[in-house]
Structures are given as C-alpha cells and as structure tokens.
C-alpha cells in the first residue's frame, strides 16, 4: 500500500483521471470536493487542474515513478506543483481525461455548474488547453455529472457514461 507513502495525494490528485499516450501514462487531477463548499472552508469559485505523469513500464502505483508538472517543468516532488492558470476552469467538478488518437489531442470532460457537461482540449498535457467547448447541456439531459470515457473508436468519436442528477 503506497498511499501511506504519498503525503500529497488527498490534495492535488484527489480527484483524479489516467490516460496514455506513448512512453507515459499521465494523470489529471484536483483537490477534493466540489467548488464552492462552505462545508470544507472553501469559497472559492474557481478551480484548477494538476498534472503528473510516469513512464508507461513504471509501478504507477509507485509514487516515486511520478513526476508533476510546476508550470514550466515536470519536477520530481509533488510540492513544487504549481497553480497551472491555464487549466482554471471555473466552477466545475470530476475531471476525466483521455487522449485521442485521430486528433493527436489530450480531451478533458468535466461538470461545469455553468450549464452541463463541457471539455477542452490540447496537444500536450500541460497546454495551452482550448477554450470550453459543451458536450451536453443541463436543458438536453439534466445534470450530468462524474463522466468516464469508456472508449475511443477508430473515428475519434468518443463513448462516454455520465451521472445524472
């Protein structure tokens, strides 16, 4: 059990997505809970994404095999993680990340209390990310929350499971 050696992880990686591409596996994540929660002593209305990745032939369950990214570099401690102001998304909750094949894209899928389900997108993991593009609107299909990405196909089109509110 490595969790008891990752001092860290119940706050950037909280919540947390794994995708791969190439030699590595990369990991998306944010600190626990949802934005703004007066029950945790958070106000804030903003969020942010953290990125760590490891080689793909690493024990991943290994927190020695990470290395995160500071916002200008990947670094080895988990404390030099820096704000990435690029991934602010607003309001939002449950990140999944994916990478897509067709594209050559990293695709970010997450809750946005603005109005639905929404993502952006990158050719690198650490960005520039896109602007907010909508999946699925709360009018279409309620609110939608926690969505994974079960595949990608041959197209690029992705098949996604969602909650619903």
Wanted: charged share 20%; net charge negative; aromatic share 16%.
């Amino acid at each position: 059990d490595h969790a008891s050696y990752w001092p860290n992880s119940y706050t950037c990686f909280a919540q947390a997505s794994l995708c791969q591409k190439g030699d590595y596996v990369y990991m998306l994540g944010t600190l626990p809970g949802r934005y703004p929660n007066v029950q945790l002593g958070w106000a804030e209305t903003k969020r942010t994404f953290y990125a760590a990745r490891a080689a793909a032939t690493s024990d991943i369950s290994d927190p020695q095999s990470w290395e995160y990214w500071s916002g200008t570099e990947w670094v080895a401690n988990e404390d030099d993680v820096r704000i990435m102001g690029s991934l602010t998304a607003g309001t939002w909750a449950e990140p999944c990340v994916v990478y897509n094949p067709k594209f050559d894209r990293f695709m970010m899928i997450y809750r946005s209390f603005e109005g639905g389900l929404v993502f952006k997108d990158a050719d690198k993991i650490e960005g520039p990310w896109s602007g907010t593009k909508i999946l699925v609107t709360d009018e279409e299909f309620g609110q939608c929350y926690a969505a994974s990405v079960l595949k990608v196909d041959e197209n690029g089109d992705l098949y996604i499971v969602a909650s619903q509110l």
